[in-house]
Structure formats: structure tokens, C-alpha cells
């Protein structure tokens, strides 16, 4: 009988432990769906922005076919409206995570490298440009605490990822 009891408490937590291990990266991306998240935020004087104020209010829906995750931002950036989109997805056979944004009135799409952390806490979005000669890389921040606040801040780096410094922050939260 206690053999049976071990067995037992064996596979249970081997199954339990398989749930975990099955949960798809994907649904990391559920972190935005869902209600409305309104976003204040700040800019500062650096190399490579400006002073500004800006606030958002963002949609996010799933797919139809459940594969990427779509945002509708509607955005006040120091007195100046923008619509942006937003895409989201997951690509099962590189285990990567994908960003592509579209602004209304400009015609060409951009895209970021993004890394999603386990899990799904700390989203990093990246990039790197060349301006006036010097690689700049950039790069922002999200970091959710629970499910429906995020503090964000973009920073740059001129030294290879060295040292960086600190563009912009800002909050969001949801409305369910």
C-alpha cells in the first residue's frame, strides 16, 4: 500500500510538473489583452530626445485565430495626436518574440528585437541605429507588477551597452 501511495504521489507531481513545463511562451503575450491601459509618461533632454509630456490609451485583442496580439493606440505626445498599431506574436519554431508597429501617415512599418522574460514580468524592446557615423542602440522596458500595471523607461547607449541613459519613463495601468 505505501508503494502505491509513493507512485501516486510520484506521478502527481511529475504531471504537475509536466503542466508547467507545456505552458505555450505564447500566452505571454496575454499580459496586454484585456481592458484598457492609459499610460502617462515623460521624456527628457538627451542626445536623442526632447522634453516632453506624453499619455496613451491602448486596446489589445487577440487574433481571431489566436496568433498574434493587436494594439490600437491612441496617443497625446506633447500636444500632438498619434495613432499608432501594434503586433504582437510568438514564433514557436524560433522561440522568439516579435514587435511591429505601424503610425498613422508614415509608410514604413518598424520592427524591434523583443525579449519576453520567462515569466512574461519583464518585456525588453531593442534595437540599434547608425547616426551620424556612431552606433546608438536603444532600447525600453517593461516591467509589469501583477497584471494591470507596467512601469516602462527607454534608454540609450553609445558604448556598445556599456552605460546607458535614460530617455524616457512612464506608468501604465488597466482599466478593466
Avoid at 519583464?122 to 500595471?149: A, C, M, P
Avoid at 553609445?158 to 482599466?175: F, H, L, P, Q
Wanted: aromatic share 12%; with cysteine.
Amino acid at each position: 500500500m505505501k508503494m502505491v501511495a509513493r507512485s501516486l504521489l510520484v506521478i502527481s507531481c511529475s504531471l504537475a510538473l509536466l503542466a508547467v513545463d507545456t505552458t505555450p511562451p505564447a500566452a505571454r503575450l496575454n499580459r496586454w489583452v484585456g481592458g484598457k491601459w492609459t499610460s502617462t509618461g515623460q521624456f527628457f533632454d538627451s542626445a536623442y530626445s526632447h522634453s516632453n509630456k506624453t499619455s496613451a490609451v491602448t486596446k489589445c485583442v487577440w487574433s481571431p485565430d489566436h496568433i498574434f496580439v493587436v494594439c490600437d493606440q491612441d496617443i497625446d505626445f506633447g500636444g500632438t495626436p498619434l495613432r499608432n498599431l501594434s503586433v504582437y506574436a510568438f514564433a514557436p519554431k524560433t522561440s522568439k518574440f516579435y514587435f511591429y508597429g505601424v503610425s498613422l501617415g508614415e509608410e514604413t512599418p518598424r520592427h524591434t528585437a523583443l525579449e519576453v522574460g520567462e515569466n512574461g514580468e519583464l518585456w525588453v524592446y531593442s534595437s540599434t541605429d547608425e547616426i551620424k557615423g556612431k552606433s546608438v542602440q536603444f532600447r525600453t522596458t517593461n516591467q509589469f507588477h501583477g497584471n494591470d500595471k507596467v512601469e516602462w523607461w527607454s534608454e540609450f547607449s553609445t558604448d556598445d551597452g556599456k552605460t546607458w541613459t535614460k530617455t524616457g519613463e512612464g506608468t501604465e495601468t488597466r482599466e478593466k
